[in-house]
């Protein structure tokens, strides 16, 4: 009795392990969500877009530190000078008096100098802060374009999850059909060896049953690729659909008439509006002054003593040490650069009413849209209820006449007629569906919300 039993558990247990191998999971369009989330390629390149411009803010915000640098340098050459004057740089001139002569032979002495030099911008007319916040609408946009990239994901796929779902669908109705005509084929045979009908009403049935046939390699084909197009936004391969579509919901459940300012896709627009506002601002006080606190440190050798004597060692350089320091308040102005920011600025009020205009017309075409999606789906409502009843009807007649076939009432004719009428009746009952849930999931996009599709493909 012990070891009796022990074989049943193993039994048991090597059944249910087999059963749950040949089981696959159930995936729900969340689950799909959160997939394509985490591993879709576009959307990793937007969240990187995304730190990028937060890191950008960041560099901007560090211009309003004090800029600090530091040279040292060593040196060997002649020293030979001459009186006069010139411009070493753009804005910055030189003069150069007597050189006493010195009496040492030596024409060329070593060099050591070092310095560390800071430049404080402390006032720059708010340049500095609308910077600031121009690289801040710009870190906002990048996060805008990350959403509405990921909502275009999520409709992109909740189109091809009910792909799936409908293809597998089709491709049940195509199977039952290929039923429906193999039992039509096998009645005819049966009917045509008693004497009781024609023996072309079996050739009539095969081709029947040929072409269904064709017609569900014809939606097998389909199915399979519905659900190799799905792995480019979820690679997952161990699931199957629901054997059911769920049905459709009540319509004041999804009802809407109005889109919302916080929309991903007008958001987009929105913090491009922005940016180039802060950008106007940047441009309207590039006309003021830069005001910076300056300091600095030096030291600095010679191989030319206090005496004029000179040396001309390589190491020369690292005696005869001057130190000094330098404070000051400096005021830098472009006094040209007041036309090129009068025409920047004009060129920035060009660009604003650009996207203002570009802003109002998504709003608009995304509020006809949705306006005209809730009509069409309030019809396909009403198309999906009959056409629940079309192929109810259908089905009910095909019984009738299939008996009235078995009885010898009506020819082969008529019942694939009726055959072909219950086809096509089940066939835009699923087509209806699907148009009706194609329809909530370009809502959905339109809206930004997913919450309906979510609670039904759950």
Request: aromatic fraction near 10%; hydrophobic fraction near 40%; charged fraction near 20%.
């Amino acid at each position: 009795m012990k070891y009796t039993l022990q074989l049943t558990c193993l039994v048991l247990i090597a059944f249910a392990a087999q059963l749950k191998a040949q089981q696959k999971n159930t995936l729900t369009l969340k689950e799909a969500f959160a997939e394509a989330d985490r591993t879709y390629p576009g959307l990793a390149e937007r969240a990187a877009t995304v730190g990028e411009y937060q890191i950008r803010k960041k560099e901007v915000q560090s211009r309003a530190i004090p800029q600090v640098q530091l040279q040292a340098q060593n040196s060997y050459g002649t020293f030979q000078g001459s009186s006069g004057a010139f411009f070493p740089v753009p804005g910055v001139f030189n003069v150069t008096g007597n050189n006493t002569p010195i009496g040492s032979g030596v024409q060329a002495t070593g060099n050591t100098f070092g310095s560390v030099v800071m430049d404080w911008k402390v006032f720059e007319f708010g340049k500095q802060r609308k910077a600031i916040d121009a690289a801040e609408y710009q870190a906002q946009g990048a996060q805008s374009s990350y959403d509405a990239a990921q909502l275009s994901l999520h409709s992109k796929v909740s189109r091809l999850y009910l792909d799936i779902y409908y293809s597998h669908a089709n491709l049940n109705w195509a199977e039952k059909n290929v039923k429906r005509v193999n039992q039509i084929l096998d009645l005819s045979v049966s009917l045509s060896l008693a004497g009781l009908k024609p023996g072309a009403d079996t050739a009539l049935a095969s081709s029947a049953y040929s072409q269904a046939l064709a017609v569900r390699h014809e939606w097998l084909g389909k199915y399979e690729a519905s659900k190799i197009n799905f792995q480019e936004v979820v690679p997952l391969r161990d699931w199957s659909p629901q054997e059911q579509v769920p049905a459709m919901g009540d319509s004041m459940a999804i009802a809407t008439d109005s889109v919302k300012k916080d929309h991903p896709y007008l958001q987009v627009i929105d913090k491009q509006l922005q940016y180039e506002k802060a950008m106007e601002q940047v441009a309207s006080r590039k006309i003021f002054p830069s005001l910076s606190v300056l300091g600095g440190v030096s030291t600095r050798g010679s191989g030319i003593g206090k005496n004029g004597i000179a040396e001309n060692g390589l190491g020369s350089g690292y005696q005869n040490f001057a130190d000094n320091y330098l404070v000051g308040i400096g005021l830098t102005w472009n006094i040209s650069g007041a036309y090129t920011s009068s025409l920047e600025k004009k060129r920035s009020k060009k660009t604003i009413q650009g996207v203002q205009a570009k802003y109002n017309l998504q709003r608009l075409q995304m509020s006809t849209s949705l306006q005209a999606l809730s009509s069409r789906i309030t019809q396909q409502q009403q198309l999906l209820k009959e056409s629940d009843k079309a192929f109810k009807k259908a089905s009910d007649a095909y019984e009738l006449y299939l008996s009235r076939y078995e009885s010898g009432l009506i020819n082969l004719t008529e019942l694939l007629q009726i055959q072909s009428l219950l086809e096509a009746a089940e066939r835009e009952n699923i087509q209806a569906g699907q148009n009706y849930w194609n329809l909530i999931t370009a809502q959905a996009e339109i809206s930004g919300d997913f919450s309906y599709l979510l609670n039904h493909f759950n």
